[in-house]
């Protein structure tokens, strides 16, 4: 049994604290998926002041397999974040979107999960809070995706006619896991009873989760979506997120005034 050192990709996640001067430090990687390092060192450390939540790049590791430890010996920050520690919005969207990897265990699939976060970080850090809650929408539909549990926004799951070839009202269906057009809704009792207890989305919001996954990203954030529309949309994508997280998200609870 030896010693050895390897670097990894990751984004810090969180900080806890062991002792006097050490962290204990929850990391995403690509290849592991979450991780925990210890980082030793004062709070003068340089390198204690680059380990910072949602700090993204290349991380130099040392495993004692006798100790079965593994701490962080260096960091190659590549991607700072400054906006996500000075927006109240975006420190809470990033916080979110970490519980989400962390209690779907990476969706099974670190390395995609891994691109969809970089990309959320990224994204969210460069533009205006407003153009952020949008961003945020697009991860949690993506996100959907990779799980497996994304809607059909195109057709309607009872008739099968397009979703988006007219303006009107669409609603999501629990038990169906799919979205029914205004048309089919009066002749299901069950369907009229089911409307009422779920979501309602407009033509606008169906349009966007259709081009999310259609249009390239820079496309998709060209596009205007009308703020009664985007409204409608996260409280539909929070539920969904939430139920495939199988418990509920504390930071949704936590920044209910705020996401």
Partial sequence: MGDRNRETQGIIFSLKKQGEQNRLVSIFTPDQGIINCMLYGG????????????N??????????????????DFDAKKIHMSLRENLY????????SEIVLKTKCAGDPQNSFILLSALLDGIDA????????GMLRFLWRYLGLLGIQPDARECTSCGTSLLSKE??????????G?????????????????????KLD??????????????????RELILPAESAYKLKRLLYHLIEKSCGTKLETLESGAGIL
């Fill in 179 to 199: 979205f029914v057009c205004s048309d089919c809704i009066p002749y299901s009792a069950e369907n009229l009873r089911k409307a009422a207890e779920n979501f």
């Fill in 127 to 134: 533009v205006s809070e407003e153009e952020a809650r949008l």
């Fill in 90 to 97: 975006k420190s809470w969207a990033a916080t979110l979107a």
């Fill in 168 to 177: 009107h009202d669409i609603y999501y269906i629990e038990n169906q896991n």
């Fill in 203 to 220: 033509i606008h919001s169906i349009t966007y989760l259709a081009a999310i996954n259609e249009l390239t990203p820079g496309k998709v």
């Fill in 56 to 73: 993204r790049g290349s991380l130099y590791l040392y495993t004692d397999n006798i100790k079965h430890s593994v701490k962080i010996t």
């Fill in 43 to 54: 709070p003068k450390s340089k390198l204690r002041s680059l380990v910072q939540p949602f």
